[in-house]
């Protein structure tokens, strides 16, 4: 598994002679956590974005 960058991110172009590009998508980092029998990875981006938001049901009950 590999991880965003915390600064811009580098193009993934394959093409043959593509320019070495960035975009400015959003920083992030991973974070594994040790349960004692195996690891949890978790991805993480940096930022403001709109949320968190629960989950409802079709019926409109919360899923927990």
């Known amino acids: 598994m590999t991880c965003p960058s915390t600064a811009h991110q580098v193009t993934l172009d394959l093409r043959p002679r593509a ?3 960035f975009s400015l998508e ?3 980092y991973v974070l594994h956590h040790w349960t004692g029998k195996g690891f949890i990875t978790h991805q993480v981006s940096f930022g ?3 949320g968190p ?3 409802i049901s079709e019926d ?3 899923i927990d």
Request: proline content about 27%.
């Open 60 to 62: 409109g009950r919360l």
């Open 19 to 21: 320019a070495s590009t």
């Open 53 to 55: 938001f629960p989950f």
């Open 26 to 28: 959003p920083p992030g």
């Open 48 to 50: 403001d974005y709109p």
